[in-house]
């Protein structure tokens, strides 16, 4: 694969939070996931008003979205997570789902984002991903 994960030593650990500081991709096919919400295939709403479990729904829908183009999330390169009304509280449960996320590779940069709303008031997080084929 053409993706290359960058980690400076001088940086802050950003893999335990589910990220990287940099990603390389040398690759000629680009995939652009548009945003995730926490709809299941029926277009219901998995999780609530639990944003933990949201988050699980949102990135099993990246997963099978990623796999539709033959690609998991080793493939990606960088996520933009959105989180409604954000509290610190809030980030290490979420990171932890993104972390899981990855399994055993290591994860893409990421963008983590306080928003006062999303498109549906029952939204309380969504996650957009690129992510490359080689």
Known sequence: MNRQVFN????????????????????????????????????????????VAQTRQVLANIKQVLAAAGATP??????????????????????????DFYGAALPA??????VQALALPEFLIEIEADAALD
């Open 74 to 99: 080793a493939n990606v390169l960088r996520l933009r997570t959105y989180v409604v009304k954000h509290s610190p509280e809030q980030l290490v449960p979420i990171c932890k789902e993104i972390v």
């Open 109 to 114: 940069a990421n963008t983590f984002i306080g």
């Open 8 to 51: 400076p030593e001088s940086m802050y650990d950003s893999v335990a939070f589910g990220f990287s500081h940099m990603v390389l991709h040398n690759g000629s096919r680009t995939l652009y996931l548009a945003g995730q919400v926490a709809w299941d295939r029926n277009g219901q709403l998995a999780g609530g008003a639990d944003v």
